[in-house]
């Protein structure tokens, strides 16, 4: 009887569907995923308490145990293809590009960062590769256990030598692609000619590429193929975000088990411009302009928030898009101009919308620090738009009121920070602001203010050897 009591529990004599909901249950316990973010759209992320930007990886975080996978072959077997297809792992892959301006704002979930880990696998549906295009060139500083130095500048920037940027590798869920092709839709937001300069490769089932290649040992025999899995409705499935989100993406290729007519059509789309028509971007942008202005108006000041930001996003992302060159040819100078204007005034009012916040902000507070990076972020993007676009064929320069507006918002921004390092930052805006409108009864409040502020800050740091030291070197600086 007792023997009978403590007979070993065998897995293999339940049916499969209760084996296949345990290894579901052990293999593929990911927790939900965080809400999609935007990065820049500042309102939405405070008003949901998340006040600082992130500066980590978002880790996929789970309660899997893999100690089952070591029961047997068979066991290994049936749970590895639950696990692979349930899962649906997706292995990305990229040289010289930076994708941490992408991956960490975003919060894309990440499975691991290991790149020898990532490697190791071998059941991945999918595996995307990103290189920057011989000679070509994106945004942002060389990150490399190398020193590269140009040899010869010229009068022309050099692109650094492939292959010694930044590398990663790392493995994402198939439940998460669709927030991945957000981020490579939105790439060029963030990083400079990315969509013109990346060369994108996609390989389904890269499995069966792998064992079928010469010199290379099949498929162990405690793992079951995929191929089946990739039916065309599936490979359909993938591909939606991917074709229906990016654009202007002119250097994709499609590989491995993929319809061929599928791919040469998903190829085919995701190369075609988003914008063509220099008079239906003039009026969107203006709409977006207006639809802000209402909900400002009406004191909802995310909703108009939200609207100029993506304004300006798609704007940003228009003009480093492959369809720029052509859009400056066909709409010509008085596209330009209207555009530089319409740009520069989004950016205004989005800092303005974001002061309304800062004013009713207690002072040092972590909202109101944030806040004022927003708006120095706004106001300095205002700040380099004439120069952008003079070298795109513009001659749109802001008006004495436009000017006036940003360096009020400026000086006001940082007198609500009350950083004692932007101080006299803060008084040299101002006194700008009157020489573009001097008899503006605000600018005139606010630069009281501005003395007010520079008042009691020497008065309280007068004691202060080390601030006294600092203070005059500044001042002798000037």
């Known amino acids: ?141 060389l990150d490399s256990d190398h020193e590269w130095e140009m040899v010869d500048p010229g009068p022309h920037l050099q692109a650094p030598p492939v292959g010694f940027g930044p590398r990663f590798n790392f493995m994402i869920l198939g439940r998460d692609w669709d927030a991945f092709c957000t981020l490579l839709a939105d790439a060029d937001t963030y990083i400079d000619g990315f969509s013109v300069c990346v060369d994108l490769r996609l390989t389904f089932n890269p499995a069966k590429i792998q064992f079928l290649s010469p010199g290379v040992s099949a498929l162990p025999s405690y793992q079951a193929p995929i191929a089946q899995f990739f039916t065309p409705k599936y490979q359909q499935k993938l591909l939606k975000p991917f074709r229906t989100k990016l654009r202007g993406f002119q250097n994709v290729r499609i590989t491995g088990q993929c319809l061929w007519k599928l791919a040469d059509a998903t190829v085919e789309e995701v190369a075609k411009s988003q914008w063509t028509d220099p008079v239906a971007i003039l009026r969107s942008v203006t709409e977006a302009k207006e639809e802000g202005n209402v909900f400002y108006q009406a004191n909802q000041l995310t909703e108009a928030s939200e609207k100029w930001t993506a304004a300006s996003s798609d704007i940003r992302r228009m003009r480093n898009s492959s369809a720029w060159p052509a859009l400056r040819a066909i709409g010509g100078i008085d596209f330009l101009n209207r555009l530089a204007e319409a740009y520069f005034i989004i950016l205004l009012n989005s800092a303005q919308c974001s002061l309304k916040i800062m004013q009713g902000t207690p002072q040092h507070s972590v909202t109101m620090m944030t806040m004022g990076d927003i708006v120095s972020g706004n106001l300095h993007e205002a700040v380099d738009v004439p120069h952008e676009f003079m070298h795109d064929g513009a001659s749109w320069t802001p008006s004495d009121e436009q000017l006036a507006k940003l360096y009020y918002r400026q000086a006001l921004c940082w007198r609500l920070m009350a950083e004692v390092e932007v101080i006299d930052d803060a008084l040299h805006w101002i006194e700008q602001a009157l020489v573009h409108a001097p008899g503006d009864s605000v600018i005139r409040r606010e630069r009281r203010a501005i003395l007010e502020w520079v008042r009691r800050t020497d008065e309280q740091m007068r004691t202060d050897a080390v601030y006294q030291e600092w203070r005059n070197a500044i001042l002798n600086g000037i």
């Open 1 to 141: 009887m007792d023997s009978e009591q403590h007979q070993p529990f065998r897995l293999l004599d339940l049916p499969g569907e209760i084996r296949n909901k345990i290894y579901k249950c052990m293999l593929c316990s990911f927790d939900p995923a965080p809400p999609s973010r935007q990065p820049g759209r500042g309102m939405v992320r405070i008003h949901r308490g998340e006040i600082q930007e992130p500066t980590g990886i978002c880790q996929a975080t789970h309660s899997i145990d893999t100690t089952i996978l070591r029961t047997c072959k068979q066991v290994h077997r049936e749970a590895y293809d639950v696990m692979v297809k349930t899962n649906q792992f997706i292995n990305i892959s990229s040289v010289d590009l930076p994708m941490d301006r992408l991956i960490v704002p975003f919060q894309l979930p990440i499975v691991t960062m290991d790149r020898e880990h990532t490697k190791q696998f071998g059941q991945y549906i999918l595996k995307v590769e990103m290189s920057v295009l011989p000679g070509g060139w994106v945004d942002g500083e």
